[in-house]
């Protein structure tokens, strides 16, 4: 059964689906058998000839995905099927070597050892993407330092800010996620093993029978090794963090790019057009109306921002596990792995280009923060007013020049000048009235914004 | 790229996988096109030429997936690489036939449609299931109407039932989600039908243009009829009543029938054993323990249980959709539509399974019954006991009672019946101390179960 | 400790604070009780002197709420504390009364059916909101049925649609929430009688000991109808489907609520303007800018939106019991159930207040419909000259026509003459560039809303 | 209106209440407003006399919980209703005053660095809940090291275990959630330092009219100190990291207290009974049966543990939000905050309580071992007879030996020993049927588990 993807807009067409179909997942739990031969002939629990075989053998293509669907309705999980398969492969290459395939070994080592090994993959394409992103945001963030817009909250424009900024907490964000990302990417994504429950007692078992010295213990730690995911400090069988803390890291940062989308998609309105996605020959193109150039880019991240949260509730709530290994809860956790990590490696990517493309207007944005007049520096003028007029009287006085002279700037300064005889000047009130002169701590805030970009990176 | 369910335990290897695969979906979609034309055709709108060579090129094996995939990187969503692959595959059979491909059409047009089609399709699944589950446990209800168990509240003994109370329960859920899951299928499952946004304007215009006197809203209702979906009241592109409804019948469902197997984990536990799975070769196995027979069908269901609600959330969530057609909140109903329809599909394939096979072990539910001495009825002895004691008195006495004399309902009798001089008998006392005697309604609870039944059936 | 909404926009200050307040929940409970001994009384089961006294004392007064709390952590629920405090208060009026509280009853009869009552007083108030609702969207329906204005796909003008299609789906959708919600609330709130273990045994037994011939399935219907609730068909205490009945409801009403809030939004942008909220005096202020008319009844409703889903996941999730009663799953019932109908209470009357005072400037609606010169309608041009020029030429020479003449309809409609020699006139190319001119179905879509209105009043 | 809690057996009566109380966040808000004053005179932005008569007057008995819930609804926010009560309260005290109350400030920044002065307490107290949770698993695990009992997987018996592996997995988790709760706690919790849309623009113009020197990036940084919280590095009004990362705190706190409840509920039931909860007057009784003692604690917990992460579902989603204030997501933050954080605080104390009282019943656990004869340890088994008779022939030998003398070692042992000639001797089998000798590397993990927890501690 084929899923290219073609309801899955949050990843279609960036690469995220083979990174995780089913030749992934069987091929990184082939990946962890091997490792396992591979650690145990180390310590000399197996032979070191079977290693051989098992490497040679453990080869999707000789893997019948369709076997193991069916073993997974036998069993609840694929690894029963997997292991029958491979020792197959294996008895064809060398039937001595067949017995020391999965030696001592539980499915639940095999599936959450091969868990990491995909998250680890899957989150390092994440991070160069969002290294992508996040330099491009850095660039627009620099340009644009001192390019006035509207802020805009509750919808109604608020005061002015710059473009500069807007980039720069985008920026912010999206490094929050790689903080976030590496933190667990480097040292939260542990090999597993536990054997049947949890006690590593048939690893210990085969080992005394073999003769070998080296507990079981150290065998996890080769087997993290031959890997590379951290060496586990305990099985974690029955304590889930290592997914929990994929999840954190799943809703972060789809978070992070949500954000950066749902603002996209707002300033890409046909009104507000002060940005635009980057045009490409038929992206954004509509069915029925030739005209539209539609913000896919953005829609596509703000789709997998939705869905990735309650993929990561499940790996959340699957936490709450009865027993050494669970009815349920356990078998709950692979789908929304995968579908979190595949809309996440889709959402950075498409973030990637899209911050990488966007196009900027800042005519349109000056033409946008001109629409209320002055309104949109009414805080700055009740703050200068205040003093000289009272607090009642200011508010009232503001508005109802607004009311009659709002549009006009010049006009508004005059008619303000009048009002309060000791006052401002009308140069004063011209220069008070000018959205690029009210705009905060902007430059200070995108050199922050920088600095960590430059720190991070 | 491939999923054939293999981390997916909730439906893997029970036929729902092929029922929404990118293949169910391409040709549900193309059915959609071929009942456009053939609506089209019968108002006059388009040739009736046309007709046959769309539907003839309308095979999913004309349609390359992955071109798919990448239009829907284009543009969000399958349709309009969709359109242009059947538009080319019309053209090679009968040039003038392309251009009356998705006349006056739009995606959400297309997908909707679609996916009522398969939603139709698949609850129809369900309802076979549902109906096979409710007839086993109709069955087990009526058996063991009188096999006397323990109930059981936050996780232990508190009354005695009967077994046939607890199918009956399990029957009078599934019955609610038979329920339900038919009215929507009936009457809730409309076609899609709006055109570009929602007005059905290039519909009416083509259809003014061929001079065909009746207007878009009868194309409405022939469309509908084609496809064998209710008629749409109006276009419903802003308004996902038919998503939310589906997604309750999903909850519903997949609720109903995980606590059919919460109740099946429990009670196959190790130490209390009082049913089990129906046995088959190689279920349940486990890699590690030869012994092992897991309640692996339980399992999956319990697994569907978990996931199935965060999948319906996505599609409450996705009702609040800004505009004609929203960024990003139709684009997620896709994916987990498809996943909720085949956790849902697989669990009642796997509840129909699981209900036809129980083995239920009358003897085992009797001695664990007598675990407590008399503890299980101690209700039933403090409603007897304190008219003739005094409430706090008679709870004294049978506290103390059990202490020394629970497990003996013999010597127990006789203990309280040392304790109140001139009350009940000893052979009053032993008749309330047998669980099988305080089953309270249980042989009604299990009537008015069946007569549901029957009369749903 | 308090909680007055201060952190619930979703439902402050709308009156649905005290409708589900402790209080509310302790006098729901006392009803509860007090059903029952009056149905007990006319059974013959309990005395009819003792419902006076029952009655009498079932005053929320008279229940110590910290007491109740304290029974929660003592016993996993309110009703062993809650029977104390009765039976206590009983006492004090008629001493041989108080054994007669809660005869044969346990916690999950009492919590249940009072939510169930809880449940149907609320959905009666969000009724006559929703009934407020449709009739004001209604209105907004009819008289703006011809007023044009852009509609927007993926954030972008599309086609010309009319502001009366936008109301009539927002009714549509209004109506579909009320259809949901009548249904549940008339027939889908059972009073839950089970005693124990959902057998009903010490219901009997007390019969039984009081010589009463009525069994205890009797009890359930007159217990049913003392409460105004429909009587049970089975207890429900294992069959979690009233509280998923509501969770749908819930998600259904604030769905369609969060779509009507999710567009005013939109359209309420500062950019936009089409519509705006009721004007009231402090409505919409903000801290810090004096000028700002916040859109706050949306965002009170949007952000209900929100919440709900997840509150009703919760009651999904918690279907999946284990046991005669679960240990976790009914307790994670309650809060949910009461956030989730507080809200959608409130973003009813918010949404009945939206719709009542929405403004609506359809000045402002085409001049932003003019925005984009003839591109809004270039799906009509599309159809009208494929046909004289080729699909691919009449789309390239629209596209050129529109980026030189976009913007005056008058010159683009001569230059699409010039273009095509034998084809269209200027006057035929004026009309159809005129967007009031391609609105599609609007007018019947509105009367279909409409007529569906005056039958569901 | 009142909450105690009585709907809430996550938390009540387990002192979390009035940690997150109406008053409790009003008073957090006041505690902002005195430390922007603060801060603001620090730096000669407000004059100093005025600091005491704010500080004075900020005091949540000057405050109407009713105005904030009506202000809540006309603004969307508490905050604008309480600037009016709070400067109301300082014009009584000191009338000049009064004009530097929330100066230059916004709601945003009040409600946000309230919401991360409330999560610093509360994580605290449930850093001390989790402390004592571990040090009693610690003890547990260490006394227990020895103790075996049946390790289960998917309900059933699967290999031996001992509990002291059993009390180091749930430690290994605590110790976990302390990690990631410490980490957040200390770092993650920054105060909100932004103004009306994140420019700190009037808190700027304020500096500058009052001639002060240091510019509002300090401001920021005084501000912050005041609070005893983090300095942000930007304004974070549009980057939600702070709250996602509280989330994820949460939800892995309750997910690995949520797994300790599930064992425990486990191994409570009747017919397990290998641990009990602490016994406590009143605690666990029911309303209906004396005999009843209920696990409380655990269900208190579980119930916690499934409605934490649908609160963190809301708080992750809400990163997406549009604008530099989005209109619905930030103020669906608040209320699912203090749900969340009200449940974890419960769930810890709660946890704590079990731990320390757990009553563990080791003769109970080594005949529930004993219950599957010799079937417990086939793992072993098998892993020795398979060199002697070949995988297939010895697992046929066991599965033979098992049915007819599983039940009795020394039966088993002879029987195979007599299939295997010279094979093992009948002291061997004996030594691998003793599930005492087959815990693996039970030592090792605790050892291990007990090496962190003295770190970490």
Known sequence: MSDNGILSPAWAGTGAGPLLDDTAWVRAMLDVEVALARAQAKLGVIPDSAVAAIAAAAVPGRIDPVALA????????????????????????????????????????????????????????????LGRTATALARLADVHRRTPMAARTLTQHAVPTTFGVKAATWLHGVLDGLDRLRRVRDAGLPASLGGAAGTLAAYDEYAAMAGAGPDATSLSDVFAAELGLAAPLLPWHGVRTPYADVAAVLCVVSGVLGKFAADVLVLSRTEIAEVAEPAAA??????????????????????????????????????????????????????????????????????????????????????????????????????????LLGKQSSKKALTAALARHGGSPGDLAEALAALVPDGPSVEDLRNWLDPAGYTGAADRIVDRALRRHRETA
């Open 282 to 387: 038929g992206r954004g193109a509509s069915s029925a109306m030739p005209q539209k150039r539609n913000p896919v880019l953005a829609t596509m991240i703000a789709t997998a921002a939705r869905q990735v949260p309650p993929a990561a509730l499940v790996l959340y709530q699957s936490m709450v596990a009865e027993d050494e290994r669970s009815s349920g809860a356990w078998h709950a956790e692979w789908q929304p792995l995968r579908d979190g990590l595949r809309m996440v490696a889709g959402a950075a990517r498409n973030a990637a280009d899209l911050a990488d493309g966007l196009t900027v207007d800042p005519a349109r944005m000056r033409a946008n923060l001109a629409m209320t007049g002055g309104a949109v520096v009414s805080e700055r003028l009740s703050a200068r007013l205040a003093p």
């Open 70 to 129: 069916d073993g997974v309705h036998a069993t609840a999980n694929p690894v029963v099927a997997l292991v029958g398969e491979l020792t197959g492969a294996v008895r064809a290459i060398d039937r001595d070597a067949a017995e020391y395939v999965h030696r001592g070994s539980t499915s639940q080592d095999i599936i959450d050892s091969a868990a990491m090994l995909l998250c680890r993959r899957v989150l390092t394409r994440v991070e160069t993407d």
